[in-house]
T-cell receptor, first 113, second 115 residues
Framework: AQKVTQAQTEISVVEKEDVTLDCVYETRDTTYYLFWYKQPPSGELVFLIRRNSFDEQNEISGRYSWNFQKSTSSFNFTITASQVVDSAVYFCALRNSGYALNFGKGTSLLVTP | DTGVSQNPRHKITKRGQNVTFRCDPISEHNRLYWYRQTLGQGPEFLTYFQNEAQLEKSRLLSDRFSAERPKGSFSTLEIQRTEQGDSAMYLC?????????????FGQGTRLTVV
């Protein structure tokens, strides 16, 4: 069985603060893929990053960084120096040998000026 | 091509009526997915096409739901005899055949309200 848990339902920060969104996953497969998507108020899910289970190297892209740790089954997402435009719902998702994405319930991030 | 397009963006229907949604994927993408998202939840997988073949269906897809993708281009999702529990955002996504880890690109969704 697959499961993605995003324990943080809502997070509120002030602009320029750093914020980390947690994601914990469960799977019995040895090959799997992890994703982060952003859903702004417009509703469209925007792809942010993909990571496969054999690549634990952390990644940084501008103000975004991701920490993948198989030992703790976690794939956390950090936004550095947050901005108001970062306000959105962020989803972590897992896919194994099939093609369906298994999403967490999402974390709603509010960045205030 | 500007991405995955879904129509209509909003649909209000009376319980018991049939509704049909359309999805136009990114033109070179041969895989197409339908998801359903209710308030406060993450999207849930409904079904998946590779070209015109429907290869996977979730148990969430009851007999009242049917999806097609004629000629492997656009797709339609029909819900017959709608129920209030069908009220949700219906999301379409597409991707390209290749490595298993190809990401899916999503449309803006069709929000269905059943009254």
């Amino acid at each position: 069985a697959q499961k993605v848990t995003q324990a943080q339902t809502e997070i509120s920060v002030v602009e320029k603060e750093d914020v980390t969104l947690d994601c914990v996953y469960e799977t019995r497969d040895t090959t799997y893929y992890l994703f982060w998507y952003k859903q702004p108020p417009s509703g469209e899910l925007v792809f942010l990053i993909r990571r496969n289970s054999f690549d634990e190297q952390n990644e940084i892209s501008g103000r975004y960084s991701w920490n993948f740790q198989k030992s703790t089954s976690s794939f956390n997402f950090t936004i550095t120096a947050s901005q108001v435009v970062d306000s959105a719902v962020y989803f972590c998702a897992l896919r194994n040998s099939g093609y369906a994405l298994n999403f967490g319930k999402g974390t709603s991030l509010l960045v205030t000026p | 091509d500007t991405g995955v397009s879904q129509n209509p963006r909003h649909k209000i229907t009376k319980r018991g009526q049939n509704v049909t949604f359309r999805c136009d994927p990114i033109s070179e993408h041969n895989r197409l997915y339908w998801y359903r998202q209710t308030l406060g939840q993450g999207p849930e997988f409904l079904t998946y096409f590779q070209n015109e073949a429907q290869l996977e269906k979730s148990r969430l897809l009851s007999d009242r739901f049917s999806a097609e993708r004629p000629k492997g281009s656009f797709s339609t999702l029909e819900i017959q005899r709608t129920e209030q529990g069908d009220s949700a955002m219906y999301l379409c996504a597409s991707s390209w055949t290749g490595a298993m880890n190809t990401e899916a690109f999503f449309g803006q969704g069709t929000r269905l309200t059943v009254v």
